[in-house]
Structure formats: structure tokens, C-alpha cells
Nanobody, 126 residues
């Protein structure tokens, strides 16, 4: 199993930046395909970005492409989400997710992830 703890959320003005981190503990971090999801009030949890086990492949949702960047440091057991040019519609709770499915690619479907962090709140004021 893996335990995931997100940090780095907060309140920021539109146009600003934040970097989220997700610290993992437990099994070897490089065994997991990782992703970020977010959930705004009254909405379903949606895919934001995903990264393959050794970081060679990434995918970002169209809504964040060009503004957000997912990355990982397997030596530090940490996943990151750099968020630039933030908009009010980016306001949500952001969740780190992991899957040990063994895939070498990226996964964008929420149901494919079996480990989740507790979430970190990101609020963008307009």
C-alpha cells in the first residue's frame, strides 16, 4: 500500500501560481502511476493530470494544458503539480492519486486509481 499526503494549497489571486506536492510513503514510489484530480463544490471529481511511473509520459486535461505541469521525483517519493495563470474556475479541492496497476502509460480515469490523498484546497480569487 501507499499513503499520500498533499500540501501546497491555499488562496491566490487570479493569474497567480501555486505548486502542489504529494508525499508518498509505503511501497516503492516508482511502482505507481500517479495523477491529480480536483473536485469543485457540487461537481464531480475530474481528471487534471497524470504521469507514468518513471515520468516519461504525461497528460493534462484540456482545461489546464499550457498552465499546469505535472512532475515527479522518485528519489524524493514526491509528486508535484505546478499551477500557473490560475483562474477562478480552478478553485477546487485537489487530490493526489496512485495506482499500482502495473501500466507503463498514463491513466486519466478516476476509477483506475486505488489510492487517494485527503486533498488540499485551492481557492483562486478573481
Amino acid at each position: 500500500q501507499v499513503q499520500l499526503v498533499e500540501s501546497g494549497g491555499g488562496l491566490v489571486q487570479a493569474g497567480g501560481s501555486l505548486r502542489l506536492s504529494c508525499a508518498a510513503s509505503g511501497r516503492t514510489f516508482s511502482s505507481y502511476t500517479m495523477g491529480w484530480f480536483r473536485q469543485a463544490p457540487g461537481k464531480v471529481r475530474e481528471f487534471v493530470a497524470a504521469i507514468s511511473r518513471i515520468g516519461k509520459l504525461t497528460r493534462h486535461a484540456d482545461s489546464v494544458k499550457g498552465r499546469f505541469t505535472i512532475s515527479r521525483d522518485n528519489a524524493k517519493n514526491t509528486l508535484y503539480l505546478q499551477m500557473n495563470s490560475l483562474k477562478a474556475e480552478d478553485t477546487a479541492v485537489y487530490y493526489c492519486a496512485a495506482t499500482d496497476s502495473g501500466t507503463l502509460t498514463v491513466l486519466t480515469t478516476r476509477a483506475m486509481y486505488n489510492y487517494w490523498g485527503q486533498g488540499t484546497q485551492v481557492t483562486v480569487s478573481s
